[in-house]
């Protein structure tokens, strides 16, 4: 008991030790008052945000439209709601691609419990125009998650039209069952098009995603009763022409959608997904080591074609969420993901990785500090690399912050930029750890040596797989030192304690 004693006293030791060394991320925009909820680029360095800013109780005192470029400077800016406005917005899209390639975004606002749906249309110079939209409804479930963000969704058509979904209140409460709501809006704000879908798992957070011919939508629901999910594809008049049941066939039989996020790219019509995976049981709680799971879906029948897995060490189902996918004009993806489970709410560190588009791995990377890592929203850049938005906290204090990541294409293949980018190439876990040592990384032509604290080499073999597993039963409960060397130089090292 002493000797674990002193080993557990090591750990905290070394955990902390590495902590204070690990490298700062790249952060364009570090601010305590302010964060960018979605965004889109411009051209190779300039984007536009939809920026909150709160006050010191994080009371939402305005929401703008910013012009940034990819080094944090701010180019323009433009108000879009007063603090006195948003109090009565109850949902608001990210921002989205019209077919001419300007921006918008939707949102929808309750006076006197009657919500009424809106559209934003901005113009060049950050200027926009309102459109109320033709619908008003009183049917949602409760006055304080009307139209929560992830319980409503929207899908911008090639001819520009606007499909908006939100589950209905009444379904639940009067019949004892969900629903979705499609409605269909015109140009000009008419609507053209609706339809209640019965039956169905609508508050429990779908997808509404763009169909392969960018005229109607698809939108992934879970029956009532199961954790199935299905894929319900609707044409321009909003009617189902297509179901492709149990779409993450090779998933976890119990995974949940809850937290998973899903985007469908227009240039080549697959959708992505990144999620969590809940086993051995839905809903249950075991020590996970490895469950972020990253799919891709064929554009015609909604099949997935492949799959790979990310990392969450020790989490629950808290990895694969908000606005956490995006392309570069290679149709390569870019998804970024929480890991190392802080409590029931939070997780603490980064994993971000790089993958063509068919999910072949180009590259991974983590990020470890004294911070827990909120993810609010994920952009690739145009010409690879991407920009990843989060809120912060740091443990030690509950000091909270707003940070604007920036991660270029090389820290995904080459190294030195991953560690200039305040990131590591390869990870060890669980640590502390008993008798199993996982040494995880993307890295090519690649080995792992193993020392003990006398420098005696203890374990040596060469990477042919993303996670390398080595049992450790025989070996003394101490400290160990690994290392994963790449090309004949040291990538990555780090200290791992046995208990």
């Not at 998804?335 to 560190?349: K, L, P, S």
């Not at 443990?395 to 940070?403: Q, R």
């Not at 040596?460 to 160990?480: F, K, L």
């Amino acid at each position: 008991m002493k000797t674990l004693g002193f080993l557990t006293s090591l750990a905290i030791l070394f955990v902390g030790s590495i902590s204070a060394q690990a490298q700062e991320l790249i952060e364009i925009v570090n601010s305590p008052d302010s964060w960018v909820y979605s965004m889109m680029f411009e051209d190779e360095h300039t984007f536009v945000a939809n920026k909150t800013i709160v006050d010191q109780n994080s009371n939402v005192t305005e929401i703008q439209f910013v012009r940034m470029t990819d080094e944090g400077e701010e180019l323009a800016s433009q108000q879009l709601f007063s603090a006195e406005e948003y109090a009565d917005v109850v949902w608001i899209s990210p921002l989205q691609r019209l077919p001419n390639g300007n921006l918008m975004l939707c949102y929808a606002k309750r006076v006197a419990d009657i919500a009424t749906f809106y559209r934003v249309d901005l113009n060049d110079d950050l200027s926009f125009s309102v459109l109320q939209l033709d619908w008003e409804t009183d049917d949602y479930y409760d006055s304080d998650r009307t139209f929560y963000p992830y319980n409503t969704g929207v899908v911008v058509n090639k001819d520009g039209n606007v499909i908006i979904t939100y589950p209905p209140h009444s379904q639940y409460h009067l019949n004892g069952t969900e629903a979705m709501q499609f409605l269909k809006f015109d140009t000009e704000g008419q609507l053209v098009g609706q339809r209640l879908m019965e039956g169905f798992r609508g508050q429990d957070r779908h997808h509404t995603l763009p169909t392969p011919d960018s005229l109607g939508c698809r939108i992934i629901l879970r029956n009532n009763g199961s954790p199935k999910l299905d894929c319900h594809t609707l044409d321009a008049d909003l009617n189902t022409i297509a179901i492709k049941e149990n779409v993450e066939e090779l998933s976890w039989p119990y995974q949940c959608c809850r937290f998973a996020y899903l985007k469908t790219n227009t240039a080549n019509g697959k959708t992505y997904s990144i999620n969590t995976i809940n086993y051995p049981a839905y809903g249950g709680n075991p020590q996970i080591v490895e469950d972020i799971m990253m799919s891709v879906f064929d554009a015609e029948n909604f099949r997935q074609t492949n799959y790979t897995w990310g990392l969450t060490t020790q989490s629950e189902d808290n990895g694969g969420i908000r606005q956490s996918i995006g392309f570069d004009n290679e149709n390569n993806v870019y998804m970024a993901g929480e890991m190392d489970r802080v409590n029931e709410f939070f997780n603490r560190n980064l994993y971000i990785a790089c993958l063509d588009e068919n999910l072949n791995k180009l590259g991974e990377i983590y990020h470890v500090d004294d911070y827990v890592y909120m993810i609010k929203s994920l952009s690739a850049c145009p010409e690879g690399g991407c920009l990843v938005s989060c809120h912060k906290i740091l443990e030690a204090t509950n000091e909270a912050g707003n940070c604007l990541i920036k991660i270029t294409k090389e820290a995904f293949d080459d190294i030195d930029e991953a560690h200039d980018a305040g990131f590591a190439v390869a990870m060890a876990y669980p640590n502390p750890g008993g008798n199993t040592l996982n040494i995880r990384t993307a890295l090519q032509n690649a080995r792992i040596e193993v020392y003990d604290l006398n420098g005696k080499l203890i374990y040596n073999q060469e990477i042919t797989d993303n996670i390398t597993t080595i049992i450790t039963t025989s070996w003394p409960s101490e400290v160990y030192v690994w290392k994963v060397i790449a090309n004949g130089k040291e990538a990555e090292s780090g200290k791992w304690i046995k208990q």
